[in-house]
């Protein structure tokens, strides 16, 4: 995997430490999430909003909502027994951006308290454009964006509507607007140095294809990664719902589009879709041990 000799030291310097950023550091580093995030500004057909946002996370699973106070509460008492634990992301249950004002209070507590835990956050980016500015004030080096398509004619098959300027707007103008948004929000954060993850999430039949162009033009726009994530659609998580018996990929097939995307934007492959509130090494799961009682019982 990508080591410090083949990148400039600065961008070595932001990734060294991001267990999901570098392949080498999933090994030795710890991120956590807080699910203190749970409105959401767009529907995603294959999105069950029972569940967690799945743009970031496994699809059927439910975190516990924390308020800003008592997510960083949790970030502190999870640094002390985890020294690992170097990033704290904010990833739902919804979208980090559709509830502005509860994840800048969260990051803006945990830049003062803890400032050597590096912050992320993930979002369908409708609302990034807008927020870039408050994003780079808190020193967020990472920024995920899930982009299904760079096509509002195949946006419209994932998007049935999106929340916008105080309405509902449905059908190829929200899968336009959506579009536009990711776009300009990604080269916003590319033009200051923010490091971007793209997640795009692979939907047979609907952008299977279409990925090795959404791999093009987020590496165009300065992407550092792209993510391609299998569907994962099972009856008790709510089908796809914009197409009824929608599947997901078989391995064979997500392996098939990861390869074509090759030569692309540099593909992340050692995604383990974790929860908003996922704690602990990727693919290891320790949010059990850090409930809120459990917390209040470390006091
Ligand atoms: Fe669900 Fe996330 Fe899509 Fe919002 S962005 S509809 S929470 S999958
Ligand atoms: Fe990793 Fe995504 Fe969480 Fe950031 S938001 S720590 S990139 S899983």
Known sequence: SAGPEDMPPEI?????????????????YARMHVAVAPAC?????????????SNESRPGVVSQKLTPEQAVKKVLAVASEIPQMTVLGIAGPGDALAN??????????????????????STNGLALPEMVEEICKYNIDHVTITINMVDPAIG?????????????????EAARILHEQQMKGLEMLTARGVLTKINSVLIPGIND???????????KRGAFLHNIMPLISEAEHGTYFGLNGQRGPSAQELKAVQDACMGGANLMRHCRQCRADAVGLLGEDRSDEFTLDKIEQME
């Open 156 to 172: 419209e098959k994932i998007y049935p509507w999106i929340f916008w300027d105080h309405k509902r707007v449905t059908g190829l």
């Open 100 to 121: 502005p004002k509860k994840t800048f209070d969260t990051f803006r507590m945990l830049a003062e308290q803890a400032p050597d835990i590096k912050l992320c956050l």
């Open 209 to 219: 294809e279409h990925l090795i162009e959404v791999n093009r033009e987020v590496k």
């Open 12 to 28: 070595w310097d932001k990734i060294k430490n991001h267990p999901c950023y570098s392949e080498e550091a999933h090994h030795h």
């Open 41 to 53: 500004n767009i529907q995603c057909n294959y999105c069950n909003r029972k569940y967690d946002c």
